[in-house]
């Protein structure tokens, strides 16, 4: 850094109020509990259906955006990936409704097997700084 160079700012003590009101999560026990290992270390949540693995990668997803918005961790973009068309649509609607996140809903179904990488881009949203959830079917 030469003499003319300032150290950047240091990043704000409150952070800004959400893009769009969301809900609330009320998390339960065990759902804190894997999703606070998943915050120390890579973890695969083996979980009845309808057990609430959804609400730990939402947790997740807006753990990494609260990093990212503060300043702490560059900005991420969180991919979720989900069996069939069916399932993608659900984990959209949950996403937008429990996060302030801009979400892309991908499938075959609505073209993206035909994508090139400058329109994977502009789905994506690299204009601006922001986290994101891409919701894609394997």
Known sequence: MSEDDEPPPP??????????????LQPRGYQVEVFAEALRRNT?????????????AVMLAREHARRARS??????????????????????????EYTDLDVAECHGA???GGWNAHQWKEAIGTKEPKSECVLESV
């Open 44 to 56: 695969i949540a083996v979980l009845d259906t309808g057990s609430g693995k959804t609400m730990v």
């Open 110 to 112: 609505s073209g993206v």
């Open 11 to 24: 990043p704000p003590t409150q952070l800004p109020p959400p893009r769009r009101p969301h809900k609330q």
């Open 71 to 96: 300043g702490e961790v560059p900005r991420r973009i969180v991919v979720f990936l989900a069996p069939t068309v069916h399932l993608v649509n659900q984990q959209f609607k949950v996403i937008r």
